[in-house]
């Protein structure tokens, strides 16, 4: 089992930043691929961003791709996901998700553990 915590959510003007943290615990945090994803309550959970376990590998959204960065600290079981010139389309509840194995980051199915939320407002 893991268990995903997420963190550093709020509101924020458009244009400002924030940055999301999701800490680890349980099992071997660097042995998973980690996945930030977001939903709002008229839309399906999207990919937002992912990077392998070794962070050799990160992915990002087209809408997201150039304002936010994804990162991790295998030391200390945690992974960031820094988010600049935010704009109002990026409120949402954020959600961070751990997979294992060989799948596609880029889609909630190869996830098998997730945290619980945290929820970005960007105002206008």
């Known amino acids: 089992q893991v268990q995903l915590v997420e963190s550093g959510g709020g509101l924020v003007q458009a244009g400002g930043s924030l940055r999301l943290s999701c800490a680890a615990s349980g099992r071997t945090f660097s042995g998973y691929a980690m996945g930030w994803f977001r939903q709002t309550p008229r839309k399906e959970r999207e990919f937002v961003s992912a990077?392998?376990?070794?962070?050799?590998?990160?992915y990002y959204a087209d809408s997201v791709k150039g304002r936010f960065t994804i990162s991790r600290d295998n030391a200390k079981n945690t992974v960031f996901l820094q988010m600049n010139s935010l704009k109002p389309d990026d409120t949402a509840a954020y959600y961070c998700?751990?997979?294992?194995?060989?799948?596609?980051?880029?889609?909630?199915?190869?996830?098998?553990?997730w945290g619980q939320g945290t929820q970005v407002t960007v105002s206008s």
């Open positions: 998700a751990a997979g294992a194995g060989p799948f596609t980051v880029t889609t909630p199915r190869g996830y098998g553990y």
């Open positions: 990077i392998r376990w070794n962070g050799d590998r990160v």
